[in-house]
């Protein structure tokens, strides 16, 4: 079992920037893969990004390709992820999600994963 902390979210101005950290519990925080997941008012929790066990692969939404980074410290049990060109429509609840995996798999769908963060709210002003 693993718990998950996230932080970091605040109101910020369009074309800015904001860091989203993930603290998960733990000795085996090596061992998951890890993503993380929005969800704006009225709307689906929808995908934004996840990154392997091991750290050697990503993948993003479409939304958020080439804007959005995710990062894992393994040393530090962390996740993070930097939010850069913000918009918007990237206001919402932003989820981090974890669950064991085999190195190097990618872990997309919110069925994936067994566990689950309380979320922070991002507010991007125009």
């Known amino acids: 079992q693993v718990q998950l902390v996230e932080s970091g979210g605040r109101l910020v101005q369009a074309g800015g920037s904001l860091r989203l950290s993930c603290a998960a519990s733990g000795r085996t925080f090596s061992n998951y893969g890890m993503g993380w997941f929005r969800q704006a008012p009225g709307k689906e929790r929808e995908f934004v990004g996840t990154?392997?066990?091991?750290?050697?692969?990503?993948y993003y939404a479409d939304s958020v390709k080439g804007r959005f980074t995710i990062s894992r410290d393994d040393t530090k049990n962390t996740v993070n992820l930097r939010m850069n060109s913000l918009k918007p429509e990237d206001t919402a609840v932003y989820y981090c999600a974890a669950d064991y995996t085999a190195p190097g798999r990618l872990l997309i769908r919110q069925n994936d994963y067994a566990y689950w963060g309380q979320g922070t709210q991002v507010t991007v002003s125009s």
């Open positions: 990154i392997s066990r091991g750290g050697g692969s990503t």
